[in-house]
C-alpha cells in the first residue's frame, strides 16, 4: 500500500534497494517486496524504513507527497535538482491519482452488483 512512496522516497535519496535492505538488516528480496506491495508493513518496519530514509513515519503513510529535504553529501548522487525532485513528486501523484481512479471503479462495480441483487 506504502510501496511506490517508499520506493520513490528512497530513489530521491540515491539509495539502492541493496543499500536500504543491508540498514534495515532484511534481504534485499525482503525489502523489494514492501516496496512492491508483496508484504505488508508493521509499525516497528515502517519506523525503522522512515529512519533510513530521513523522513517522518506519517510521511510515508499519508496521502500527501512527501517532501524530502535534501542536504549535501546525502548520497543523492545529483538527484537534488529541484526539477527533478518536481518531477519526480509529479510523477508520485499521478500513479497514486490513477490508483485511487481504479479503486473507486472497482468498488462501484461491487455496489452496482450488491444492489442489482435486492
Known sequence: MYGEKIRTIREL???SQENVAARLG????T???IETNQSR???EMLNKIAEVLEV?????????PAIVNFQPNQGTQGIGHVEHFYAFQKDLVERMLLGKDEEIARLNKIIE??????
Not at 532484511?26 to 528480496?29: D, H, M, R, V
Not at 517522518?56 to 500527501?64: E, N, Q, Y
Not at 452488483?113 to 435486492?118: A, E, T, V
Open 41 to 43: 508493513l508493521n509499525v
Open 56 to 64: 517522518a513515519p506519517l510521511d510515508i503513510i499519508s496521502g500527501i
Open 31 to 33: 525489502y523489494s517486496k
Open 113 to 118: 452488483g450488491l444492489l442489482s441483487k435486492k
Open 13 to 15: 535519496r540515491g539509495l
Open 26 to 29: 532484511i534481504a534485499q528480496n
